[in-house]
């Protein structure tokens, strides 16, 4: 059982990480829109920097329950 909580933690670590990444890589897009006038890039940005915090709020929230799964 150790083993499983553990696999969860790192589980919930990379889906942070993951969703982190996406989040600033969405920030990057959104300034590059900003400093170029590009309404595409700005929208692609704000999308991106939204769904990297969904996915930060998952792994914060939802990855932890699944320790309790089989307990």
Do not use: H, R
């Not at 942070?16 to 920030?27: E, M």
């Not at 309404?39 to 930060?56: C, H, N, T, W, Y």
Request: net charge neutral; glycine share 16%; charged share 10%.
């Amino acid at each position: 059982m150790q083993f499983f909580t553990e696999a969860v933690n790192v589980l919930k670590t990379l889906v942070i990480a993951l969703g982190a990444g996406l989040a600033v890589w969405g920030v990057v897009n959104l300034l590059e829109g900003y400093g170029n006038d590009n309404p595409g890039a700005k929208s692609q940005g704000i999308k991106q920097l939204m769904a990297g915090g969904g996915v930060v709020l998952i792994g914060t929230t939802l990855v932890p329950l699944l320790s309790g799964l089989f307990s």
